[in-house]
Each structure stands twice: as structure tokens, then as C-alpha cells.
């Protein structure tokens, strides 16, 4: 596609269910990259991806917190049993290979849990 | 642990006022420090810098890295309504991990 896209858009959900985040990045970029941007914060690295393998899971905040991606393509973000405080927007990025200044974002996804 | 500080938090500008945003950083392995401008919920690219002094310039923004002061300033003139956003920084480090300040909030009135 022409950029990077994600859905849903935004996602309410009760707290203790679990959601799924989608990200569909710019077609034949291979890192794919999860943030997290509370209310009034900067951007929070989660987890990146160099094709289907993800060499980095550091910024993971709890083991409620999964990604995989499959197919070299669409990544999807879980977050099992949410919590209220993981209401923030969540954000994907891809680049061409592993350059810092060439990572296009998408949208996001705005998450509200009540 | 990583950090990048922005300074200040807001600022509320008239058209045609020149700003100084700023940016400081502590890091373990920095590789490189970038801009973003984020107006809606994308961030876009704006700079990457590298090497200590030199300039780059887009238009009426320009940005420069002191590694000595661990710091970088974005500098805004002529300001336009356009200009409206939050101002991202980050730190890349390892692998391709970028670490972000907490923005600093620009309003441009007119």
C-alpha cells in the first residue's frame, strides 16, 4: 500500500479483555516497529521486527504484551487481560532494512480501556 | 537507563517569531539523534543528525548536534500556523532502537 496502515483505528474495550492490534506496513519494508504514546508522553519503544524474527522484545511491558508477525508482512499487537493503564495510542512503523531515519508511522491505534 | 530530556514542555508563539526547541540526551550507544514533527498521531521525519556542527536546514527549520553537551536544538523561523505540533526527539541507539523525549507542544498563534 501507499503507507503504513493499522486498525482498528480505536478499540474500547472493558478492562480484563484481551485485543488485537493490526499493522499492514509499506509492502517489501523488512523491520517493523511497535511504540506506545500515553496521554501527554513521548513515544515508548515496545518491540521490534527484522522479518518475522524479533531480536528485540526489551520494551515489552508485562508478559500481557505479545507480537509476532508472520509472512515478513501485517504484525499484530496482543495485549492480553487489559489493564486501565494500558489506554494509550499505539503506533507501527516499517522502514527499508534497519535505517533509524527512514521509518514511516502509521495512524495508530487509539486504545481506551474502561 | 536511556534518556531523552525536551525543553519546554509548551510554547505558544505569534506568527513570525523565530523558537529554539531543545533536546538532551543520556544513552549508553547513541548512533544518531532525530526530529519528528507529530500533528495528528503520525509522527513525520524531519532530521537525522550525526556529527557534531553541522547543520541541516529544511526550509525555515534547521537543527544542529553538540555530542560535547550531549544535545541538539530545532530551530523554527518565520513561524506559520502550520507550524503547529508536537516536536519529537529521539535518540536512536542499539540495533534500531529509538529512545523519545516527551515532546515539546508548539502553538503558533496568529
Known amino acids: 500500500g501507499a503507507g503504513v496502515s493499522q486498525s482498528p483505528s480505536n478499540k474500547v474495550t472493558e478492562k480484563g479483555k484481551d485485543v488485537e492490534l493490526r499493522c499492514d506496513p509499506i509492502?517489501?519494508?523488512?523491520?517493523l516497529y511497535w511504540y506506545r504514546q500515553s496521554l501527554g508522553q513521548g513515544l515508548e519503544f515496545l518491540i521490534y521486527?527484522?522479518?518475522?524474527?524479533?531480536?528485540?522484545k526489551s520494551g515489552l511491558p508485562s508478559d500481557r504484551f505479545s507480537a509476532e508477525r508472520t509472512g515478513g508482512s501485517v504484525s499484530t499487537l496482543t495485549i492480553q487481560r487489559t489493564q486501565q493503564e494500558d489506554s494509550a495510542v499505539y503506533l507501527c512503523?516499517?522502514?527499508?532494512?534497519?535505517?533509524?531515519?527512514?521509518?514511516?508511522f502509521g495512524p495508530g491505534t487509539r486504545l481506551t480501556v474502561l | 537507563e536511556d534518556k531523552v530530556v525536551q525543553s519546554p514542555l509548551s510554547l505558544v508563539v505569534h506568527e513570525g517569531d523565530t523558537v529554539t526547541l531543545n533536546c538532551s540526551y543520556e544513552?549508553?550507544?547513541?548512533?544518531?539523534l532525530l526530529w519528528y514533527k507529530q500533528e495528528k498521531k503520525a509522527p513525520t521525519f524531519l532530521f537525522m543528525l550525526?556529527?557534531?556542527?553541522i547543520e541541516k536546514k529544511s526550509g525555515r527549520l534547521s537543527s544542529i548536534l553538540d555530542k560535547k553537551e550531549l544535545s541538539s536544538i530545532l530551530n523554527i523561523t518565520a513561524t506559520q500556523t502550520g507550524d503547529s505540533a508536537i516536536y519529537l526527539c529521539?535518540?536512536?541507539?542499539?540495533?534500531?532502537?529509538?529512545?523519545f523525549g516527551a515532546g515539546t507542544i508548539l502553538r503558533v498563534k496568529s
Open positions: 512503523a516499517s522502514s527499508h532494512g534497519l535505517a533509524a531515519d527512514t521509518q514511516y
Open positions: 509492502s517489501g519494508h523488512t523491520a
Open positions: 521486527f527484522q522479518g518475522n524474527s524479533a531480536p528485540d
Open positions: 544513552v549508553t550507544n547513541f548512533r544518531s
Open positions: 550525526t556529527s557534531s556542527g
Open positions: 529521539a535518540v536512536e541507539v542499539y540495533g534500531n532502537k529509538l529512545v
